[in-house]
């Protein structure tokens, strides 16, 4: 199913931006495992629109009602079920425009992949808002791992040019990865956060958007983990990744940064530190041969620009077959690189929480 991830850890998402709710189904979940509720609605929250003006206008609590698999804050073993319910929906924005084409959308190839049949408003399963749901399994995933000592964070590595720092490749630290999700504005470095917030404020004035690049990284991980060729940890999370509305790109360690090094600036040099195998870089992103070589896992997720616009835009009437001119009404994020950074930790923490268990490493 292609709402569906993972092999021993299966998460199942369901629900329109405009339906009743969006929801998940997490089925292999271990038992036991005490949930702390105030750190997980802490982090869903993170990804909740509506919170400042380089987010979308629209309004939701998304709290997570548990239907299933948590009793009284511990995991039972058996499927966790939860629905978010959707409760700031303006559905007439979307009535005149059912058949028209919003350029950079999926209205068209979702027409003629479901026969018509396809919910377009707020652009229907395809919308951004499914990644409510993965948000709370991924929170779920980052409690479980944290319990292990492996500790995943991200930031908004750009926006519109301007670049946040990096974090260290090497030594990354617990408290650098976690300490951009406490902030309001997820950077490392606050004054280029502030240059970013102009930015997107001048393309939302503008009636236009831009987008950016999530940094994310994973430390604690031990050496072995994944497969050579196409079972490898970039593929698998980057299956996961390309899952996000939006993502166009990814990339690890030097990513397309690699090719214009010679062998002898791209190759890392191994050492031994305290008994353990180390690099002096880690241009390799953590994985070598598709498997994990115990440095930090670090990787680069492209956004396009939001492309929800207000300004007047070529397009197709699909139904009638003819062409026309769109002006897309609703509420929308001018950035929506902003609110993933908390869905970057969070199908970064499934797609490893799965990869683990299946290899049975936990």
Same mark, same amino acid.
């Given at each position: 199913m292609s709402s569906e991830i993972g092999n021993k850890l299966k998460v199942s998402l369901f629900g329109e931006s405009h339906g009743r709710g969006t929801g998940v189904v997490i089925d292999g979940f271990p038992s036991g495992i005490r949930i702390d509720d105030e750190k997980l609605l802490s982090f869903t929250a993170r990804r909740r629109p509506g919170r400042d003006k380089t987010s979308t206008a629209r309004r939701e609590d998304d709290i997570p009602e548990v239907l299933s698999g948590i009793l009284?804050?511990?995991?039972?073993?058996?499927?966790?079920? +939860?629905?978010?319910?959707?409760? =700031?929906?303006?559905?007439?924005?979307?009535?005149?425009?059912?058949?028209?084409? #919003?350029?950079?959308?999926?209205?068209?190839?979702? @027409?003629?992949k479901y026969r018509g049949y396809n919910d377009v408003r707020g652009g229907g399963h395809f919308s951004a808002r499914i990644t409510a749901p993965l948000v709370f399994a991924g929170g779920l995933c980052l409690q479980y791992l944290e319990q292990r000592g492996?500790?995943?964070?991200?930031?908004?590595?750009?926006?519109?040019?301007?670049?946040?720092?990096? @974090?260290?490749?090497?030594?990354?630290?617990?408290?650098?990865?976690l300490s951009p999700g406490h902030k309001k504005f997820p950077v490392i470095d606050d004054e280029a956060g502030e240059m970013m917030r102009e930015e997107i404020e001048k393309a939302r004035l503008d009636g236009d958007s831009v987008g950016g690049i999530v940094e994310v990284a994973a430390t604690g991980l031990p +050496?072995?983990? !994944?497969?050579?060729? %196409? =079972?490898?940890?970039?593929? #698998?999370?980057?299956?996961?990744?390309?899952?996000?509305? +939006?993502?166009? !790109?990814?990339? @690890?360690? +030097?990513? %397309? !940064?690699?090719?214009a090094m010679r062998g002898s600036e791209n190759n890392d040099? @191994?050492?031994?530190? =305290?008994?353990?195998?180390?690099? #002096?870089t880690n241009n390799h992103g953590g994985i070598l041969g598709g498997i994990t070589s115990g440095m930090p896992v670090t990787a680069m997720i492209a956004f396009k620009p939001t492309p929800s616009i207000s300004k007047p835009q070529n397009t197709v009437d699909y139904v009638e077959n003819k062409d026309t001119v769109i002006s897309i009404k609703g509420r929308h994020d001018p950035c929506v690189a902003v609110r993933a950074v908390p869905v970057v930790e969070a199908v970064t923490a499934v797609v490893l929480m799965d990869m683990l268990l299946e290899e049975g490493i936990f």
């Open positions: 009284a804050g511990v995991t039972c073993g058996t499927p966790i079920a +939860a629905v978010i319910k959707n409760t =700031d929906q303006h559905s007439g924005d979307y009535k005149n425009i059912s058949h028209e084409a #919003r350029p950079g959308h999926a209205d068209y190839t979702g @027409f003629v492996i500790y995943i964070g991200a930031h908004l590595a750009s926006v519109a040019g301007i670049k946040d720092e990096k @974090f260290d490749p090497c030594r990354v630290t617990k408290e650098e990865l +050496a072995g983990l !994944g497969s050579p060729i %196409f =079972d490898t940890v970039e593929g #698998r999370l980057s299956y996961g990744y390309y899952g996000i509305p +939006a993502v166009k !790109g990814v990339s @690890f360690g +030097a990513g %397309f !940064g690699a090719s040099e @191994f050492y031994m530190e =305290d008994e353990v195998v180390r690099t #002096r």
